[in-house]
């Protein structure tokens, strides 16, 4: 999939390609939880690893990425800056480059601020800083991660390249379509996370009678509805089972039951949401 940053002027800058489906290290903070996970990932042929500063993993990630004997410009890493450290324009370029010695790597291809710096005034000096490092070539592409709509609008002021992601939670049971059209709007492409609600719904009775009609899993219904649906999807698993079983979801034809699944729509958030706060 094709991602880039729009300018005010209309124009597309720093083009980059990033793979749609893509491995989410959450919560694996055990030691060598998040190295195994990635390892398996790599194996099972994902090309795609979304960590973050707050995950406290990143060096894991480098650690499987060197491990695997895969060449870097094979495999997309996507990290975020951690929302208490996106405080300001120096402190920004400086996390950036822990990022990137964490990682042990010479460039992040998607660096994503995790969510809009609670303080107002420090969200255009990030972005700036954030635009430095893009233009470093530090990074390759830069974006948003629980970014609402007003967020959105008001980069528009400040921003010399718009983002090119905007992460947000997304699943069957909460699809954001104005959302999801705000982030359009902005030239950017949704990267949903939480695809099965932090497995909240896994078991929800109307999903999983619409798996057994197509003959899979209810966690791979949810996983394609997300991939279908245009979104840059990248579910969480340190089990080795499921990490293989996520891949394969992509593989499964959902078309027929499209609309039923569509009306599992709910608004159903299960984590946080700064989308909607000031």
């Known amino acids: 999939m094709r991602i880039s940053h729009s300018t005010p002027d209309g124009k597309e800058a720093y083009p980059h390609e990033i793979p749609q489906f ?21 194996e099972a042929g994902y090309t795609h690893i979304d960590t973050a500063s707050m995950y406290n993993n990143e060096h894991e990630v480098g650690q499987a990425i060197k491990e695997s004997g895969i ?8 990290t975020k800056l951690r929302r208490g450290d996106a405080t300001g324009y120096e402190d920004t370029i400086e996390h950036c480059k822990t990022s990137l010695e964490l990682l042990n790597m010479d460039y992040i291809d998607l660096y994503l601020v995790h ?39 008001a980069m528009k002021e400040y921003a010399t390249y718009l983002p090119c992601v905007n992460q947000v939670e997304f699943s069957p049971w909460l699809q954001r379509p104005h959302l999801r059209q705000a982030t359009k709007d902005v030239g950017a492409k ?23 009609e197509i003959g899979c899993t209810p966690a791979q219904v949810a996983i394609k509805f997300c991939y279908d ?28 039951k499209y ?12 984590g946080w949401d700064p989308t909607t706060e000031p």
């Open 190 to 212: 949704v990267m949903a996370y939480s695809p099965l609600a932090r497995g909240h719904k896994v078991n929800d009775p109307e999903l999983m009678k619409i798996a057994e």
């Open 229 to 256: 649906e245009g979104c840059i999807t990248i579910p969480k698993s340190s089990n080795p089972f499921r990490i293989v079983e996520n891949i394969e979801a992509l593989d499964i034809d959902i078309s027929g």
């Open 259 to 270: 609309e039923e699944i569509k009306s599992l729509e709910c608004n159903y958030i299960s």
């Open 115 to 153: 969510a809009p710096p609670e303080n107002p005034e420090h969200r255009a000096p990030v972005w700036k800083a954030m635009e430095y490092c893009l233009e470093q070539g530090w990074v390759k592409a830069i974006g948003v991660s629980n970014y609402g709509q007003a967020h959105l609008e």
């Open 71 to 78: 060449s870097r410009d094979s495999v997309f890493i996507t």
């Open 22 to 42: 893509g491995l989410g290290v959450f919560l694996m903070t055990k030691q060598g939880e998040c190295k195994n996970s990635v390892l398996k990932a790599l």
